[in-house]
């Protein structure tokens, strides 16, 4: 059987010197800069992607997570809204994604909000803690979310796919790696 990804987190974490070098850049980052800064969302997410490729796994949760909470939609006031529930403006408890509102301008000088993408990558992290039934449930969460992106699509398929390999059903497995496709960088 072939592995899932080219790469083991046992592997990957061999490279501590590398990545303790991201985490401590990464730390520079938030400690100088202001928190209310337009890319300190991206910073957290590289933070926590460098922390799984450590495989120190409780952390790279703890990053998500945080990331989840932080930079969840506000009130005008300032105030966070309630994510997941019936107290939504619409009573839709299935919203849990940001909504990336963007115009052309902004999607031509930044990046989209990372919040979305830490949910894909909480997602991994759960199924890599062997914590399946979590990790099932956000990916039938963001599924059936309304807002949630089309850009990640391809990225949901492909952490959908990495459940199903681990569970083990392959066959539904190769159903959304197809689906996975465009998110792959090259043919190989």
Do not use: C
């Not at 590289?46 to 790279?60: I, Q």
């Not at 849990?96 to 979305?116: C, G, L, M, W």
């Amino acid at each position: 059987l072939l592995s899932f990804y080219n790469y083991t987190l046992e592997s990957t974490a061999e490279q501590k010197t590398e990545l303790d070098s991201v985490i401590y850049k990464v730390n520079a980052g938030i400690f100088l800069h202001d928190l209310r800064s337009n890319w300190m969302d991206n910073i957290y997410l590289l933070m926590g992607e460098a922390y799984y490729y450590r495989n120190t796994l409780d952390t790279a949760f703890m990053t998500f997570q945080y990331m989840n909470y932080a930079f969840s939609p506000k009130e005008d006031d300032g105030y966070d809204k309630v994510i997941a529930s019936n107290a939504n403006e619409n009573g839709n408890n299935l919203k849990v994604a940001t909504v990336e509102k963007r115009n052309i301008v902004d999607r031509a000088f930044s990046e989209p909000p990372s919040r979305n993408d830490a949910l894909v990558w909480l997602i991994r992290t759960h199924i890599s803690r062997q914590d399946m039934a979590t990790a099932g449930t956000l990916i039938q969460t963001l599924r059936n979310d309304p807002d949630f992106p089309k850009r990640l699509a391809p990225q949901l398929a492909e952490v959908t796919a990495f459940w199903f390999y681990n569970r083990p059903q392959y066959d539904s497995a190769a159903f959304y790696l197809e689906q996975a496709l465009p998110a792959a960088t090259n043919r190989q």
